[in-house]
């Protein structure tokens, strides 16, 4: 969308540009990448970059305020609902869809908050062979390219990173936790994390626990885990059906980044209480009740917690609505659809959408997380899904690169 680079991308564009850039990125994490990488980078305006920014932060503002926070916690389910949960979340990830305003300007408008990590530690090797592949494409592209917030630069980001993930401990006793990781397509952004942290990545059904401590074993030693970077989705743990060495109600000796209840509290759970012009409404259906809007093709008909769009409707009839039981209709929300802006053009012409996630991080002794740093993915399709792109190209998983880092 910053013509200036991205005509010019697309007139060197190859194939073999494509799979040098995969490869290198490949190389520098260490292992394959098993979901689709978008050919190319999202060129963010300056314009568009600032403009982010500001949305991102004041939409962090409202819902990490006192009075909404203690609204949200009714999200928390009481068999979920983890001790010791700190004042403010460490992670947090906002997603923007790019559209078009009526005057031509390019915006965002959010499309899902989640105070859950996500791929910082990836973002950080997928730059660096963004850079490499882009300076042999040509000269001109060649530049001092930016995935970073608040003046940031690798230099002063990844030892953020540590210290939020770390906290002063011992990267052995701090521990990635997820699910069978290595089976995860999430999986190289733990190795990445790895390579900048010094963390394994461990299933919770390999941890000890002794009295209220928990343990694993690593080289014939029994190793105290004493903080926890938690990638857990809790409902592919509730799918999985697997007996855990602990329960997350317990009292235990460790700390976490981020606590397992933020994972509930802000999340598409928060929207509704959200008023922001970068906000689309959102309503729940135990709000609405009979209520149901009548042009219900401008919505589009969301659970509140999963991941990937799982659940998603965005053709949403009168049928679907009526199909989510009483029970759960507290679970599921409304929200007004956004018109993604195909702005991305293709060598071949075609249009493609992006959807910015704003990734912020808070470190000990920060009182709110702070803004830091971006990823894109890309689409063809009504959603930014795989199921959406198959068999489509220029879509993916990308990048958003700013001629400069942002403020």
């Known amino acids: 969308m910053d013509h200036r680079f991205r005509t010019l991308f697309n007139q060197r564009y190859t194939d073999a540009y494509y799979q040098g850039f995969l490869r290198d990125l490949e190389g520098r994490v260490g292992c394959p990448i098993p979901y689709r990488v978008?050919?190319?980078?999202?060129?963010?305006?300056?314009?568009?970059?600032?403009?982010?920014?500001?949305?991102?932060?004041?939409?962090?503002?409202?819902?990490?305020?006192?009075?909404?926070?203690?609204?949200?916690?009714?999200?928390?389910?009481?068999?979920?609902?983890?001790?010791?949960?700190?004042?403010?979340?460490?992670?947090?990830?906002?997603?923007?869809?790019?559209?078009?305003?009526?005057?031509?300007?390019?915006?965002g408008r959010v499309v899902e908050l989640q105070a859950f990590p996500s791929l910082y530690g990836l973002m950080v090797l997928k730059l660096e062979a963004a850079r490499t592949a882009l300076a042999a494409m040509s000269p001109e592209l060649d530049r001092d390219w930016?995935?970073?917030?608040?003046?940031?630069?690798?230099?002063?980001?990844?030892?953020?990173?540590?210290?939020?993930?770390?906290?002063?401990?011992?990267?052995?006793?701090?521990?990635?936790?997820?699910?069978?990781?290595?089976?995860?397509?999430?999986?190289?952004?733990?190795?990445?994390?790895?390579?900048?942290?010094?963390?394994?990545?461990?299933?919770?059904?390999?941890?000890?626990?002794?009295?209220?401590?928990?343990?694993?074993?690593?080289?014939?030693?029994?190793?105290?885990?004493?903080?926890?970077?938690?990638?857990?989705?809790?409902?592919?743990?509730?799918?999985?059906?697997?007996?855990?060495?602990?329960?997350?109600?317990?009292?235990?000796?460790?700390?976490?980044?981020?606590?397992?209840?933020?994972?509930?509290?802000?999340?598409?759970?928060?929207?509704?209480?959200?008023?922001?012009?970068?906000?689309?409404?959102?309503?729940?259906?135990?709000?609405?009740?009979?209520?149901?809007?009548?042009?219900?093709?401008?919505?589009?008909?969301?659970?509140?917690?999963?991941?990937?769009?799982?659940g998603v409707k965005v053709d949403v009839t009168r049928a679907d609505v009526d199909a989510v039981p009483e029970a759960e209709r507290a679970g599921y929300i409304l929200q007004e659809k956004i018109n993604y802006h195909p702005g991305i053009p293709m060598p071949d012409g075609n249009g493609v959408k992006a959807e910015v996630r704003m990734m912020f991080l808070r470190t000990p002794g920060e009182t709110t997380p702070q803004l830091c740093l971006n990823l894109v993915r890309l689409s063809r399709g009504k959603m930014l899904g795989v199921d959406q792109n198959k068999n489509l190209t220029w879509v993916g998983g990308g990048i958003g690169l700013f001629d400069g880092p942002g403020d």
């Open 146 to 310: 930016s995935i970073y917030y608040s003046k940031l630069t690798r230099e002063t980001f990844v030892p953020r990173l540590a210290s939020a993930i770390l906290d002063g401990h011992d990267p052995e006793e701090v521990v990635l936790l997820d699910l069978s990781p290595e089976t995860q397509k999430t999986y190289p952004d733990f190795v990445a994390t790895k390579l900048l942290v010094g963390i394994d990545a461990v299933c919770p059904t390999k941890l000890i626990k002794v009295k209220n401590q928990l343990f694993r074993e690593k080289d014939g030693r029994r190793v105290p885990v004493r903080r926890i970077f938690n990638r857990i989705v809790f409902d592919e743990l509730g799918k999985a059906n697997v007996q855990l060495p602990f329960n997350y109600t317990e009292d235990l000796d460790v700390s976490w980044c981020s606590h397992p209840n933020w994972y509930w509290v802000i999340s598409k759970y928060s929207l509704p209480f959200v008023h922001h012009p970068a906000v689309p409404r959102a309503r729940t259906l135990a709000e609405i009740g009979a209520d149901v809007p009548e042009d219900l093709e401008n919505y589009v008909l969301k659970p509140l917690f999963s991941f990937a769009g799982g």
């Open 38 to 107: 978008a050919e190319t980078p999202f060129f963010v305006p300056s314009e568009l970059r600032d403009r982010l920014a500001v949305h991102a932060r004041e939409v962090l503002a409202l819902v990490t305020e006192k009075q909404a926070l203690e609204r949200m916690e009714a999200a928390i389910p009481p068999a979920w609902d983890v001790p010791q949960m700190d004042a403010q979340p460490h992670c947090v990830q906002i997603d923007f869809a790019i559209v078009q305003n009526t005057d031509g300007s390019l915006d």
